[in-house]
C-alpha cells in the first residue's frame, strides 16, 4: 500500500561505477521528482517529470539521466559514480504539474553511498 | 531566487512544553509555503501547508504555523510537545514554476 516507493532503500558501492535507484508512485499522480540529500541535509531539487516529460532540469552532471518509462514510474540512472555522490536521494510525486504549488509525496529515500 | 532560512539547526525541548519552529522565505510573489517532517530513515511527510486565506493553517499532529507577510515567516508551532515528535522539520517554499525549495532542516529533540 506503500504511496511511494523507492528500491534499493540502501545502495553501496565503488567509484567509476554505474548504478540505478528505481521509484514508483501508486497514488495516479501525473509528475514525479528526485531530490539530493546531501551530508548537511539541504534537500534539493534534481529533476522533475510530468507525463514522461522533462519539465524541471536543475544543474545536475550529465552523468545522471533520468527515465520515465510511464507516469507511475521515475528511475535514476548514475554513470561514473563519483565520492560526492553519496547522499540520500528522494523520490516525489505530486497530483499536477505546478508541483511547487502542489504537497508533494515522497518516498522512503535510498542511502547512496559511494566508496 | 527563493530561498528558505531556518535559523535554528537543533532545538531541546521538553515533553509538554510548547514549541515553535521557525522559517523565514524569500520570494518575490505570493508565497506557497509547507512545513514537513522527516522522522529516521524516512521519507517527508506533509504536515501543513499555506496556498492563501486564513494566515493560520493548522496540520496534523496537532501542529499549525502562521503565515506573517510582513516578516516573512512561517512559523510552526504546537502547544505541548510528544516525545515522538522528535525529528527533523524542513520548511520550504514553492513556485508556480514546479520547484520546491527547502530550508536546512531544524532537528527537533524532546526530553521525557
Known amino acids: 500500500d506503500t504511496a511511494v516507493s523507492q528500491t534499493p532503500k540502501y545502495l553501496v558501492t565503488q567509484m567509476g561505477n554505474d548504478k540505478s535507484i528505481k521509484c514508483e508512485q501508486n497514488l495516479g499522480h501525473d509528475t514525479m521528482y528526485w531530490y539530493k540529500q546531501d551530508s548537511k541535509k539541504f534537500l534539493k531539487i534534481m529533476f522533475s517529470y510530468n507525463n514522461k516529460e522533462l519539465i524541471i532540469n536543475e544543474t545536475v552532471p550529465n552523468r545522471f539521466s533520468p527515465k520515465s518509462p510511464d507516469k507511475a514510474h521515475l528511475n535514476l540512472h548514475i554513470n561514473s559514480l563519483e565520492l560526492g555522490d553519496s547522499a540520500v536521494y528522494f523520490c516525489?510525486?505530486?497530483?499536477?504539474?505546478?508541483?511547487?504549488?502542489?504537497?508533494?509525496?515522497f518516498g522512503p529515500g535510498t542511502r547512496l553511498t559511494v566508496l | 531566487a527563493q530561498s528558505v532560512t531556518q535559523p535554528d539547526i537543533h532545538i531541546t525541548v521538553s515533553e509538554g512544553a510548547s514549541l515553535e519552529l521557525r522559517c523565514n522565505y524569500s520570494?518575490?510573489?505570493?508565497?506557497?509555503l509547507f512545513w514537513y517532517v522527516q522522522s529516521p530513515g524516512q521519507g517527508l511527510q506533509l504536515l501543513l501547508k499555506?496556498?492563501?486565506?486564513?494566515?493560520l493553517v493548522q496540520g496534523i499532529k496537532g501542529f499549525e504555523a502562521e503565515f506573517k507577510r510582513s516578516q516573512s515567516s512561517f512559523n510552526l508551532r504546537k502547544p505541548s510537545v510528544h516525545w515522538s515528535d522528535a525529528a527533523e522539520y524542513f520548511c520550504a517554499v514553492g513556485s508556480g514554476y514546479g520547484k520546491l525549495t527547502f530550508g536546512q532542516g531544524t532537528i527537533l529533540t524532546v526530553h521525557p
Open positions: 516525489a510525486s505530486s497530483l499536477l504539474a505546478g508541483g511547487g504549488t502542489d504537497t508533494q509525496y
Open positions: 520570494y518575490g510573489a505570493t508565497p506557497y
Open positions: 499555506y496556498f492563501s486565506g486564513d494566515t
